[in-house]
């Protein structure tokens, strides 16, 4: 019989993808005023990229999460790590190409490409072991 609505997997991975836009929304928030007061508009621009980077680095990063959904534990352990080394060598090629390119200042882009890697890599970790206890 073929399965009908969403799976375990894919509400779990909304709720995942629903929490990261949630809190780079907060940490745009709280990071506005600060940059655009240190740097302008220049720097507000390399701000959104910088969080915006983070955001899609940790979304398609969480995806090996439901690839290998509810199964033995050496497979969550691996669709863990699986999903840190898509992050971290999606965050750095981005943010690599962004800053040759010449297109961001390269501060403020950086600065706010490692602040909302933290935060967002803080969430993910706790989120996995959620998950984790979940199965």
Known sequence: MPETGWSA???SYLRFVLL???VVAGLLLI????TRNLGGS???NGM??????????AV???LPQVAFGPRAPRDQGIAALLSLAIRMGLTLMGALA???SGLVAPKAFLLWVGISYMILLIVDVLFVLARTREN
């Open 9 to 11: 997997s894919s509400r």
């Open 20 to 22: 990261m836009v949630a």
């Open 31 to 34: 990071g506005w005023v600060p």
């Open 42 to 44: 220049e720097a507000t």
């Open 48 to 57: 959104l990229l910088g969080c915006g980077l983070s955001l899609v680095a």
């Open 60 to 62: 398609v990063g969480g």
């Open 98 to 100: 962004a800053v040759l």
